[in-house]
């Protein structure tokens, strides 16, 4: 599962029809903008700059992707799992306030367990423990990382 932002490609379903399309879930305002396959495909062929940027982003969206895979063997604990997730989503989609580094979108706890492909109530106890240990606050679907360094620190060691 991906949260994307502006201007990222969201499909990859470019040149092999047999494979379903991408289930998509919009939290803020957005927009969509569909490029029929043929013409994509023709686009790129004109266009060698637009092709290289295809493959870097197919390249980055699969690193991240065995990542993601990595994680969700056995080994780590939960709230690393999660301070990890947040901590990533801090830096990509975070905006500095007074009490820290507020991730700029709604995000419902469902959401997160599903990014963690945990249950809703294993993910409210995650964020349980990362308020407790102070590392987040979360006021609504808002939720704020109070120190990255701290949190960075916490989902490589698990220590506070």
């Known amino acids: 599962m991906f949260i994307f932002g502006v201007g990222i490609l969201l499909n990859e379903r470019i040149l092999n029809h047999h494979t379903s399309g991408v289930f998509c879930e919009v939290f803020e305002k957005g927009k969509i903008f569909k490029i029929p396959s043929a013409e994509f495909i023709a686009l790129m062929e ?4 637009l092709a290289r ?14 990542h993601q895979l ?6 780590i604990y939960m709230e690393k799992k999660l301070a990890s997730k947040l901590w990533k989503l801090g830096r990509d989609f975070g905006m500095p306030t007074g009490k820290g580094i507020e991730i700029d979108m709604n995000m419902p706890i469902s959401f997160l367990a599903d990014m963690l492909g945990v249950s809703r109530e ?6 349980s423990v990362l308020i407790d240990y102070g590392l987040i606050t979360m ?3 808002r939720i704020t990382i109070v120190d990255s ?7 490589k060691t698990g220590e506070i």
């Open 139 to 141: 006021k609504g679907k």
């Open 149 to 155: 360094e701290k949190m960075s620190s916490f989902y």
């Open 122 to 127: 294993t993910t409210s106890r995650a964020c």
């Open 70 to 75: 990595k994680n969700t063997t056995g080994g």
């Open 53 to 66: 940027n295809i493959l870097e982003a197919q390249e980055k969206k699969l690193w991240r992707l065995s």
């Open 46 to 49: 004109k266009d060698p700059v």
